[in-house]
């Protein structure tokens, strides 16, 4: 099973998805469920598709999980992945 950590608008004050050459890029996730989670960290764009994402949330790390479902977002089809558990982050 293989997984990728994501960047949140936290990391990027304009939050804007950059790709690595500057240029904006183009989101195709989409994070469906979990709890305080903000809406504006549920959209991002990943290079590869993996069977799990998670998400740095403050003191914390969001797992989510492929599903078969797509979901339209301003004009958009993104891939969604489903929230499965959370964890903390050791101090």
């Not at 608008?9 to 979990?34: H, T, V, W």
């Not at 709890?35 to 403050?58: G, M, N, Y």
């Not at 989510?64 to 979901?71: G, Q, S």
């Amino acid at each position: 099973m293989t997984s990728t950590i994501l960047s949140t608008a936290q990391d990027r004050p304009d939050n804007i998805l950059r790709s690595d050459d500057g240029r904006p890029s183009e989101p195709n996730i989409f994070l469906s469920g979990g709890k305080d989670i903000p809406e504006d960290l549920r959209v991002h764009q990943v290079a590869d598709f993996t069977d799990r994402v998670k998400l740095s949330v403050q003191n914390r790390y969001e797992h989510f999980e492929a599903t078969a479902e797509v979901r339209d977002v301003d004009g958009r089809s993104l891939r969604v992945y489903g929230w499965i558990y959370r964890t903390y982050m050791a101090e």
